[in-house]
T-cell receptor
Framework: EAEVAQSPRYKITEKSQAVAFWCDPISGHATLYWYRQILGQGPELLVQFQDESVVDDSQLPKDRFSAERLKGVDSTLKIQPAELGDSAMYLC?????????????FGPGTRLTVT | EDKVVQSPLSLVVHEGDTVTLNCSYEVTNFRSLLWYKQEKKAPTFLFML????IEKKSGRLSSILDKKELFSILNITATQTGDSAVYLC???????????FGKGTKLSVKP
């Protein structure tokens, strides 16, 4: 069964350092999402891609966060510099299209701890 | 502001009990409501609801949507320890048509 792949699964970094997360969506899925989930909360959307284009990044803290999906397949989310408040689970999801008719499939997530 | 509110936030039951989880929402441009189960990793999809009054069922789990009263319930009958998880409700809508998640209900099923 096809799955969304993410790496690394866990990352510990010191504040002010740079970190990067990678996501490979299910083959053929045009829409890719990055979410942040703080412990005890539901996931919050950071950025949505349709193919290689950003559809929505209104909740992305652009002073320190960046995301790209250069070839419209896999994607990278970067934080520079990391802050203590960035400690969270970063989830990637993909769907066939950006529509209510298509469910989003989530990857296993990257758990980030900033010390 | 668009919001999704789940209740209770946590629940402890014994195996065999029936539970009802609640999700209410105030979201503009509603498209669908989804339920996810999250154990120690990524959320896994349970149901997508778009029409009022039509029950979706999968084994011991069922869900229904009321678009007039703006809520949904997730029922789990004859609970098992494997049902222990956080159950997330999400509504697709808002100005961008994205998923807006509630905080989740943490269900613990004791043997």
């Amino acid at each position: 069964e096809a799955e969304v792949a993410q790496s690394p699964r866990y990352k510990i970094t010191e504040k002010s350092q740079a970190v990067a997360f990678w996501c490979d969506p299910i083959s053929g899925h045009a829409t890719l999402y990055w979410y942040r989930q703080i412990l005890g909360q539901g996931p919050e959307l950071l950025v949505q891609f349709q193919d290689e284009s950003v559809v929505d990044d209104s909740q992305l803290p652009k002073d320190r966060f960046s995301a790209e999906r250069l070839k419209g397949v896999d994607s990278t989310l970067k934080i520079q510099p990391a802050e203590l408040g960035d400690s969270a689970m970063y989830l990637c999801a993909s769907s066939l299209a950006a529509s209510g008719a298509y469910e989003q499939y989530f990857g296993p997530g990257t758990r980030l701890t900033v010390t | 502001e668009d919001k999704v509110v789940q209740s209770p936030l946590s629940l402890v039951v014994h195996e065999g009990d029936t539970v009802t989880l609640n999700c209410s929402y105030e979201v503009t441009n509603f498209r669908s409501l989804l339920w996810y189960k999250q154990e120690k990793k990524a959320p896994t999809f349970l149901f997508m609801l778009t029409s009022s009054g039509i029950e979706k069922k999968s084994g011991r789990l069922s869900s229904i949507l009321d678009k007039k009263e703006l809520f949904s319930i997730l029922n789990i009958t004859a609970t098992q320890t494997g049902d222990s998880a956080v159950y997330l409700c999400a509504v697709e809508g808002g100005s961008q048509g994205n998923l807006i998640f509630g905080k989740g209900t943490k269900l613990s099923v004791k043997p």
